[in-house]
Structures are given as C-alpha cells and as structure tokens.
C-alpha cells in the first residue's frame, strides 16, 4: 500500500499493528548494530596468511632489509602494487602508515599550515579556508574539516557522483574554497560511482580553482566490488595527466578493507613534485614507514590479479548481507512512498532516506528496541542533515541472520515513524 494512498483509517489500522510488532520486537531484547563500517570476522581472516609469511626472509626484491631504516616513500614494490590501485607510477606513489586517514590529515595539515608552494602558499594565510563537501558523505572527513577550523560547503550528490555544475560555480565565485572531497568509487555512504565525466571535471578543477585548490580524492573502496559486472571508475590520473593538473590532486587508499583494518598499509598517489615536497614534511616526523607490513602485504597481495582475486573472497562474504538487507528493504517498503535507498555495487553502505523530517526519529525508535544505527546527521557536515533524511546502513560487520533481523527491525521503524508523520 503506498502510504498517500491509503484511507485515515488504513493508516489508524496499520498504526496500530505496527506499534504492536514493534512491541514484539521490543520483547526481543536485541542487541543488533548496523553501524559497525567494518569487515566482519570472516573477512579479516582471509587474511591471516600475513601472519607468518616473511617465514625469516625480510630481503626486498633490491636485497634490501626491511628490518632497518630507510626509504620514507615505502618499499619499491609496495609502490608499484598499490599504484596500480590508484593508477600511478610508483614514482608518483608514496606508501606510508596503517592508516589512509592519517596521511589525508597530513597533507591537509601541511596545506593549511606550511603550504605545498613554500610558505606563502599556506592556506593558514586565508582568513578563511572552506572545502567543498559532497554529501551525504563521510563524517570522518567532515571532522577533519571541523577539527582545523575548515568551513564546509555540502555539494549535493547525483547519481553520477557531485553535482559538478554547483561545485564548479561554487569554487570560480569563492577563491577561499581551498578542497573538496571525494569518494569517487562506491562512495560512504551512497555507493555511487563517480560517471566518467565528473572524474574528468574533477580532474580538471584545480585549472579553474584558486590558486592550491586540492582535490582529496580519497580511494578507499577501489577494488571493493561486490559483482563482477559493478561499474569502473575512470582514472583521475590519466585525466589530470590529459589537463596537466596532477599537482592538484592527492589520491589515497588502504588496505585497512582488504587486509586487517588498522594494521594494514595506506598510500598516496599524486605528482611527483607533491610528494618530494610531502617527503621532506614527513621527514621531520618519522625515519620511515613499517616496510615489514608492507613486504608481508605485498607477499600476500602479489599483483593486481591476486589482489583482485582476494577482494573476489570478501565479496563472496559480503554480498549476501548486501542482499538480505536489499531483499528486506525491497519487501517491506518497495512502492510504500515510505523511503528510498542506494543498491550498491560495491563498498560498505546503504544510503537511506526516509521522508523528509524522519530520520532522527527512525533511528531513536530502532535504539529504543535494541537495533544501533548510525546517528541521523552523522553523514552531513557538522552533523546537520537539514532534511533530516539520511541514515547510513552498514551490513558487512555483524552475521548474516543479525543483518536480516536488523533491516526487518529498521523497517518497522521506518513505517512507524512514517505513519505517524501522515496521520499527525
Ligand atoms: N575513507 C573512507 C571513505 C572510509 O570509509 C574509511 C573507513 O571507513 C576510511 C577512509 C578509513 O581508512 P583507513 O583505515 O585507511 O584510515
């Protein structure tokens, strides 16, 4: 029944079953999350041959031990695997850390406080700094933002990635606007990826963007699809190579989805002038990056077919949580006017929406019987999602059954909030 069409009294009787179902469900005591972005037990474990593999031999493919010191930009074949993730050369690849996250925090870091181009380029100069933020997007990014005092600017999100016609007015008419963030593959939380023309109108933004506009182009679900048929995402190297603007743009990703989340690698891809003036930032913090992590990931991940075919295992893990969370949607609220939601290809979420003014209270009323969600708000900037709409699903962490019990608890949620709102 869609929900504008139904009778006062339809709604009153469906009001009524439905405080009773969600009263069972209460009894229930669950203890249900689906806030968790992060690999389930299963999916860590298809990794553990980490453990162990330099079987004593700690030796480079260059005779080097990567027991000692040396080579700040990461091990030689680290660079060459995980540039052809981002597709750079391993000139234009640095491999760093267990976390992507903390290599985007410094480079914003040295932007804003000592400046790519010397230090009359530092952002800090700027009375104001604002960064462009497509949302609904990752609240990770939006606290870095918060953190350093950057204003953030929401870009709404098409199909096809940002709205490319808003963000390119925006940062012509505003010399402050000194970022933006993306997504571009299977985005947190909507799943989408970016159409090959907003790879390329990205690419092509520090051009028409005030002087040390970066783009963060922040990788992280690259090689995380879930069907063999999921869409590609253009090369955003290639295109800043076709327009000459690889300086203004920083790529990143992880293994922390691949390998062990937060005891993985993380690298970045940009040109080589960033990254030797990055070097020299970095050197004043540390000698160099853990190259026994990286050696025993590249043991394991060996070339872009073995890691494709390891990605081809979480898959297999995952994709029957995506579906059993689509297949409930699809069955409770299909064609009931009551939400709207991504069916994403690859990646960790869901995107719902619920109709205007609701989401806040879905999510109180699914904590309220046991079922965690992401906190309403969470994937907009400063937390306010003035639609009030957006709640991010993350199906991967908890078991399949717990998945299934939580989009059926969610969906009772949805109704009851959705029906009270239209009888009110
Ligand atoms: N970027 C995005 C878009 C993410 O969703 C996450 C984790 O959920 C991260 C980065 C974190 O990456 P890392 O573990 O490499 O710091």
Redesign the pocket.
């Given at each position: 029944m869609h929900i504008e069409q139904a009778s006062k009294q339809e709604l009153k009787d469906l009001l009524a079953d439905l405080y009773e179902e969600y009263d069972k469900l209460a009894e229930l005591k669950l203890a249900l999350d689906l806030t968790r972005?992060k690999p389930g037990a299963e999916q860590v474990a298809l990794s553990d041959a980490l453990d162990g593999i330099l079987a004593g031999d700690f030796r480079a493919a260059d005779g080097s031990d990567v027991r000692n010191y040396g080579g700040i930009d990461g091990l030689p074949e680290a660079k060459a695997l995980f540039g052809s993730v981002l597709g750079t050369s391993p000139e234009e690849t640095l491999v760093g850390g267990n976390?992507?996250?903390?290599l985007m925090y410094q480079v914003i870091d040295f932007a804003m406080n000592e400046g790519l181009r010397g230090e009359d380029s530092a952002w800090a100069l700027n009375d104001t700094v604002k960064f462009l933020c497509p949302v609904p997007g990752?609240d990770?990014h939006f606290s870095i933002c918060e953190y350093m005092h950057i204003e953030m600017l929401a870009v709404p999100m098409l199909d096809s990635g940002p709205d490319m016609d808003q963000a390119e007015a925006m940062v012509k008419a505003d010399p402050d606007i000194k970022g933006i963030w993306c997504?571009p593959r299977f985005g947190?939380p909507t799943g989408s990826v970016y159409s090959d023309d907003t790879v390329e109108r990205i690419a092509r933004l520090p051009q028409i963007a005030s002087d040390n506009f970066l783009v963060l182009w922040?990788n992280?679900?690259a090689v995380h699809s879930l069907y063999d048929d999921a869409p590609e995402l253009a090369s955003i190297a290639g295109y800043c190579r076709k327009h000459d603007t690889m300086d203004g743009v920083f790529q990143f990703g992880?293994t922390?989805k691949i390998t062990f989340?937060?005891a993985?690698v993380?690298f970045i891809g940009s040109s080589e002038r960033n990254l030797s003036t990055l070097k020299a930032h970095l050197a004043f913090q540390t000698i160099g990056p853990d190259k026994v992590n990286q050696l025993r990931h590249v043991r394991l991940l060996k070339d872009p077919e073995t890691l494709a075919a390891h990605m081809a295992k979480h898959a297999a893990l995952i994709r029957p949580r995506f579906e059993a969370v689509l297949e409930v949607l699809a069955k409770e609220l299909g064609d009931t006017g009551m939400g709207e939601w991504t069916e994403p290809k690859g990646g960790?979420f869901i995107s719902f929406d619920t109709r205007p003014g609701l989401a806040q209270e879905v999510v109180d009323l699914a904590g309220n019987i046991g079922v965690k969600l992401t906190p309403a708000g969470a994937t907009f900037p400063y937390g306010r999602d003035e639609a009030n709409r957006n709640i991010r699903l993350a199906p991967t962490f908890p078991s399949l059954e717990d998945v299934r019990a939580s989009a059926k608890a969610f969906t009772v949620c949805v109704k009851l909030a959705t029906v009270k709102q239209e009888l009110a």
């Open positions: 972005g976390s992507s996250l903390s990752y990770r997504v947190n922040d992280a679900y992880s922390s989340a937060g993985g993380a960790y």
